[in-house]
């Protein structure tokens, strides 16, 4: 058995100050253990890594998600209720809903082809625009398609509007200032929104497509109208959230020129590749937690009934021992291959139908394929930015949002080292 202390200093502060890059500074003071024991919030936490730490952490014998996700989370980014709070039989029932409707290939290409078509028309007005921000064009572009893919009303004149709603959630769930108060409110809204449609499907005073998102969501009588809200948006938030990824893929293209002409070639392949490198390589979810079921050991760490258990996302898609040179963006990695399972998990591990992974990740990675294959063909040029990623904000984004110019030829812009633009402030 691991010698471990008894006592552990809390360190919430640590985490607040250092952001994505706490707990891989903790895992480098920890040595070569395969566990970092800490408390947080008061609590005695365990965070682990790697796949036998993904699949210690998604066995529900281990780790429970009910009780363990704090209010100003649900508040924000899931809603209160939602399948991410629920566990056991009840969560698999919850999450049929969404694997019917974000693992059909046939309806991921659907939504991907909606992206492309919302994405050409967009970058067509742009012409004589003297700059456009690229992740506020992209959560429009995919705010506009996901909706229509959804069978949800959208007017034109709200498309901007929801879009700053949707992102406004995502952007505020992990602090408690202006961000914060701002993802609430833009909760509120879009939940009333949406409840006010669902109760019109239902009593049918509006109508649903058939075999619609809307129409299938609506169809469960079992959830309140709030409850259904709810989850609708839990298609539609995290499927406007891909904007974080393709800010992302702005900048990597215009750090590392050389993949633009790679992916202006075509190659499917390439571009599936490309779009798992930018899941593994920039910030997107520093971790997740759960709680310890029972007195539980993980290659001999003691990790005590109700403790938190912390899977570390953001130093698992860092680990050398996983990705040589890891902070070196290389898409070749996953050329000619499917990542494993429970190695790449920028969306959560574990078995997408009976565990808590993302059942929106092959949604994900088509429309990153669709948009950064558009992007790597647009002329455009960069104009001087703050590029810098800030590790201790989380959600973390370039900070200028990257700013592009249309028109005229692409910035060719330095191949910058492998952390260039990353930094803890």
Not at 63 to 70: F, L, N, W
Not at 271 to 278: D, I, P, S, T
């Amino acid at each position: 058995m691991a010698k471990q202390r008894r006592w552990y200093p809390d360190d919430s502060v640590g985490l607040a100050v250092q952001g994505y890059a706490w707990l891989p500074d903790e895992w480098r003071r920890a040595g070569a253990w395969s566990a970092v024991h800490t408390r947080l919030l008061g609590r005695r936490a365990v965070a682990l890594r790697g796949p036998q730490a993904v699949r210690f952490f998604y066995d529900e014998s281990h780790v429970r998600r009910h009780g363990a996700i704090p209010e100003p989370v649900r508040g924000t980014l899931f809603g209160h209720g939602a399948v991410h709070t629920l566990d056991g039989e009840d969560h698999r029932r919850r999450k049929a809903i969404f694997q019917g409707l974000l693992k059909d290939p046939r309806r991921v290409g659907d939504l991907a082809r909606r992206v492309g078509q919302a994405w050409d028309e967009a970058v067509a007005g742009w012409a004589g625009r003297p700059r456009v921000v690229l992740f506020d064009e992209a959560s429009r572009v995919i705010t506009r398609a996901v909706h229509d893919w959804a069978g949800v009303p959208l007017a034109a004149g709200e498309v901007a509007a929801t879009a700053a709603d949707l992102t406004a959630m995502v952007d505020g769930f992990a602090t408690l200032g202006p961000r914060h108060w701002r993802a609430r409110r833009a909760r509120g809204r879009q939940e009333r929104r949406l409840a006010a449609l669902v109760e019109q499907v239902r009593s049918g005073t509006a109508e649903a497509a058939p075999d619609s998102v809307l129409a299938t969501v609506a169809g469960h009588d079992e959830l309140e109208p709030e409850l259904a809200a709810v989850e609708l948006l839990n298609i539609l938030r995290p499927t406007v959230a891909v904007a974080w990824f393709v800010a992302f893929t702005g900048h990597a293209l215009h750090r590392w020129p050389q993949q633009r002409d790679r992916l202006r070639e075509g190659d499917l392949g390439y571009a599936v590749a490309f779009a798992h490198e930018v899941r593994r390589f920039y910030p997107f979810a520093p971790f997740v937690g759960g709680l310890a079921v029972r007195d539980l050991t993980f290659q001999e760490h003691r990790i005590p009934k109700g403790a938190m258990v912390l899977l570390d996302i953001y130093g698992q898609n860092h680990d050398a021992a996983l990705w040589p040179d890891p902070y070196r963006f290389d898409p070749d990695r996953f050329v000619g291959r499917e990542p494993g399972r429970d190695e790449l998990i920028p969306q959560g591990g574990g078995d997408p139908a009976g565990n808590h992974r993302c059942p929106g990740e092959d949604v994900t990675v088509a429309l990153l394929t669709t948009i950064a294959t558009r992007l790597a063909r647009l002329d455009y040029t960069v104009p001087e930015q703050d590029l810098t990623i800030s590790l201790r904000r989380i959600p973390t984004l370039p900070a200028s949002r990257f700013v592009l110019i249309p028109g005229g030829r692409a910035g060719a812009g330095a191949a910058a080292g492998p952390r260039a633009d990353l930094a803890r402030r």
